[in-house]
């Protein structure tokens, strides 16, 4: 069993990096003797992350490991090693269960890195996880969140209408290079989509309508059907969604940021308010687009629907054009208008709102951003419920 | 329990010669429309293993851009960059195991905590168990300085200390030899930059790391350098000793080290710690 001792530590080359893959896969071999009595277990190969990287090897090394468990008889020669770095080390130590073995051959650098491991390797505590009375003081304070939230709503509300009240105070000085800014990144590049969109939904809602209407013979009736609804509702709901999944996570993500990176504690120290630079321009820009997107999507709808008319029940569009003002009086325009300057404000308002509560850290600027447009959407669905019950005698003929 | 036997390790010399990282005519040009901005011309620089080298420069001089060059973050317009006889974009498959960096605002993954963010790149090889991660991350955490009851922290909730201090571990869990610093002092305070220096060198003496910085903090240039290279002129005008490098005739090396702040560092050189001997790991 005995061998004669090796005098010198191994002399096989120690360079990291580059000697990672000559080096082999980290082994154990049992039998051999570093000259003492006792059986030894001859450590060898690469005891590296690199050497650890492969999942057979290191199945392998664990078998091995586990076919020897520490105890007082055995001895562990690290000598012939050709590569030891701290993740060896830890491997070594917690197999060794935290404690040095009773024989062990290894050279200084060898002991310097499992001294470093011994000195340093602590029971780690697990990460204190939620107690049941932090849920129930998590729950507790949900009430407290929602008084909180509506709280700083109303405020930011608030503070958008003195802001206006300053811009009309003093035009000159307005933020008028950021809202003309705004509005065209919120306006002007949401036209093409909202068309093909728009016309997309009006080629549908015409098909399926002529179907029933033909049953009846009340094919004219498809004027009245498609400009009501179209003025009326979709297009302002289907602008106010598509605008909100833009421009609204657009506003958090671009505001958040600016909140991660502190350019907003930068604009504060400068004394430039948040408010009036950053809301206001853009509740003020969306409030003037959206209306106009609105229109924008209602035409290209009615464009849509009229050329399904025409294919499906032979209607002409010029029959469809001097149908259409009889049919939708212009009061369902000034509701649809009115209607869509609400919606834009709140998308706006709700998208600053939560660019300015995101945290410095990625996750919270998703969620912000997620929670934004959902919100929005929601929103708009509500106001817009609201708007058909208050105004329920307007517009019909 | 017996006197475990300890054996010397080989007191290997420069390796088998090969240099940690050779640069050779690098051009790197900067495009914009209407306008080209050259930041290196047929730049040559070799770092060895175990040194410690710092980049020195005025600002603009491309030594950020030569730390991501190095680590096959940006391809240089022309020339070529090799680490360890490799290019840096066969590094990036290999991964943590051989480059470590220490960006210069720590760029710790914000929606982990600390421990998470240190554990990364070993979980990332989807290997070993758990319970070894976590306590191999438990070690480079109280390596650099931290203590235990920080790994539970956000990186938010940290100091600009802690987080150099974290980014270190980070860049430090796989044992990489080769070490990237961005600044690694910038932002601390005297006392915390000097305990800074004093972990870097104790690291690179106990884990024969070749670490190559760029600084702009004097004190830490010449604390811990055993090289330096200045990058003027679009190309490295001299490397060398601290010494060396204060001797050289040139504009910019009188004006940066002469002026009244490298005076008073230059006045506390003392001997830099020798290039270690890479013992064996």
């Given amino acids: 069993m005995s061998s004669s001792v090796p005098a010198q530590a191994s002399p096989t080359p120690r360079l990291p990096g580059a000697a990672a893959q000559r080096a082999g896969a980290p082994r154990l071999d049992a039998g051999a003797a570093a000259g003492e009595a006792g059986t030894w277990v001859r450590v060898g190969g690469g005891w590296t992350a690199l050497g650890f990287s492969s999942a057979r090897d290191w199945r392998a090394l664990s078998e091995m490991l586990a076919a020897h468990p520490p105890s007082d008889a055995l001895g562990w020669d690290l000598r012939e090693m050709a590569q030891f770095d701290h993740i060896g080390a830890q491997v070594l130590w917690n197999h060794w269960q935290h404690r040095w073995p009773a024989h062990v051959a290894l050279d200084t650098s060898q002991q310097a890195v499992l001294d470093q491991v011994a000195q340093f390797s602590v029971p780690v505590a697990p990460a204190p996880g939620p107690t049941l009375l932090d849920h129930l003081r998590h729950f507790a304070g949900q009430g407290q969140h929602l008084v909180?939230?509506?709280?700083?709503?109303?405020?930011?509300?608030?503070?958008?209408?003195?802001?206006?009240?300053?811009?009309?105070?003093?035009?000159?000085?307005?933020?008028?290079?950021?809202?003309?800014?705004?509005?065209?990144?919120?306006?002007?590049?949401?036209?093409?989509?909202?068309?093909?969109?728009?016309?997309?939904?009006?080629?549908?809602?015409?098909?399926?309508?002529?179907?029933?209407?033909?049953?009846?013979?009340?094919?004219?009736?498809?004027?009245?059907?498609?400009?009501?609804?179209?003025?009326?509702?979709?297009?302002?709901?289907?602008?106010?969604?598509?605008?909100?999944?833009?421009?609204?996570?657009?506003?958090?993500?671009?505001?958040?940021?600016?909140?991660?990176?502190?350019?907003?504690?930068?604009?504060?120290?400068?004394?430039?308010?948040?408010?009036?630079?950053?809301?206001?321009?853009?509740?003020?820009?969306?409030?003037?687009?959206?209306?106009?997107?609105?229109?924008?999507?209602?035409?290209?709808?009615?464009?849509?629907?009229?050329?399904?008319?025409?294919?499906?029940?032979?209607?002409?569009?010029?029959?469809?054009?001097?149908?259409?003002?009889?049919?939708?009086?212009?009061?369902?325009?000034?509701?649809?208008?009115?209607?869509?300057?609400?919606?834009?404000?709140?998308?706006?308002?709700?998208?600053?709102?939560?660019?300015?509560?995101?945290?410095p850290n990625t996750e919270s600027l998703g969620q912000r951003t997620t929670s934004s447009v959902v919100i929005s959407i929601t929103v708009v669905i509500l106001v817009d419920a609201l708007f058909a019950v208050l105004f329920k005698g307007v517009g019909f003929r | 329990m017996t006197e475990p036997i300890v054996t010397h390790g080989p007191a290997g010399g420069e390796g088998d010669g090969a240099n940690a990282v050779e640069i050779r005519k690098l051009w790197t040009v900067f495009k914009s429309p209407g306008r080209e901005q050259v930041v290196h011309r047929d730049l040559d620089l070799t770092i060895r293993r175990g040194e410690v080298?710092?980049?020195?420069?005025?600002?603009?001089?491309?030594?950020?851009?030569?730390?991501?060059q190095i680590l096959g973050l940006e391809k240089p317009t022309r020339g070529e960059v090799s680490v360890f006889g490799e290019a840096p974009a066969a590094l990036s498959a290999a991964g943590a195991a051989k480059v470590g960096m220490l960006f210069q605002r720590g760029a710790l993954f914000s929606a982990f905590n600390v421990l998470d963010n240190i554990a990364f790149a070993l979980r990332e090889l989807k290997v070993l168990p758990d319970a070894l991660i976590r306590d191999a991350a438990m070690v480079r955490l109280q390596m650099v300085g931290?203590?235990?009851?920080?790994?539970?922290?956000?990186?938010?909730?940290?100091?600009?200390?802690?987080?150099?201090?974290?980014?270190?571990?980070?860049?430090?869990?796989?044992?990489?030899?080769?070490?990237?610093?961005d600044e690694p002092t910038a932002g601390l305070d005297p006392e915390g930059a000097d305990e800074f220096c004093d972990l870097l060198r104790g690291l690179h003496r106990e884990l024969g790391l070749t670490v190559v910085m760029v600084t702009h903090d004097l004190d830490t240039l010449f604390d811990l350098s055993?090289?330096?290279?200045?990058?003027?002129?679009?190309?490295?005008?001299?490397?060398?000793?601290?010494?060396?490098?204060?001797?050289?005739?040139?504009?910019?090396?009188?004006?940066?080290?002469?002026?009244?702040?490298?005076?008073?560092?230059?006045q506390a050189l003392h001997a830099p710690p020798a290039a270690p001997a890479p013992t064996g790991r």
């Avoid at chain 1, 003195?162 to 990144?185: E, I, K, M, Q, T």
């Fill in chain 2, 53 to 68: 080298l710092s980049l020195v420069g005025g600002s603009g001089t491309g030594k950020t851009v030569l730390l991501r």
């Fill in chain 1, 148 to 359: 909180d939230t509506s709280r700083r709503f109303t405020q930011l509300i608030g503070q958008f209408v003195l802001d206006v009240g300053r811009l009309l105070a003093a035009p000159h000085r307005g933020p008028w290079r950021d809202l003309s800014g705004a509005l065209y990144n919120t306006g002007a590049t949401a036209m093409p989509i909202t068309a093909l969109v728009g016309l997309l939904i009006g080629v549908v809602l015409a098909y399926l309508t002529s179907q029933q209407l033909r049953q009846y013979g009340a094919e004219s009736f498809i004027v009245n059907i498609l400009g009501l609804s179209l003025v009326r509702e979709l297009g302002p709901v289907l602008a106010a969604v598509l605008v909100a999944g833009r421009s609204g996570s657009a506003i958090t993500a671009q505001i958040g940021v600016m909140r991660v990176t502190e350019e907003l504690d930068a604009m504060r120290v400068m004394g430039i308010p948040h408010g009036f630079r950053l809301v206001m321009p853009r509740v003020l820009a969306l409030a003037v687009a959206m209306p106009l997107i609105s229109i924008w999507t209602s035409a290209a709808a009615l464009v849509g629907g009229m050329m399904a008319a025409q294919l499906a029940l032979d209607i002409s569009p010029s029959y469809f054009l001097q149908a259409l003002p009889r049919a939708v009086p212009i009061s369902n325009v000034i509701l649809a208008l009115s209607k869509s300057a609400v919606f834009g404000i709140l998308i706006a308002l709700i998208a600053c709102y939560h660019g300015m509560r995101v945290l």
């Fill in chain 2, 226 to 266: 055993t090289r330096i290279a200045v990058l003027a002129d679009q190309k490295v005008i001299v490397t060398g000793t601290a010494e060396e490098v204060i001797a050289y005739p040139h504009p910019f090396i009188q004006q940066y080290f002469q002026g009244g702040r490298g005076q008073r560092a230059a």
């Fill in chain 2, 146 to 181: 931290l203590k235990p009851e920080h790994a539970w922290k956000m990186p938010s909730a940290l100091s600009g200390g802690m987080i150099k201090r974290v980014a270190l571990a980070r860049a430090l869990i796989m044992d990489a030899p080769l070490l990237l610093l």
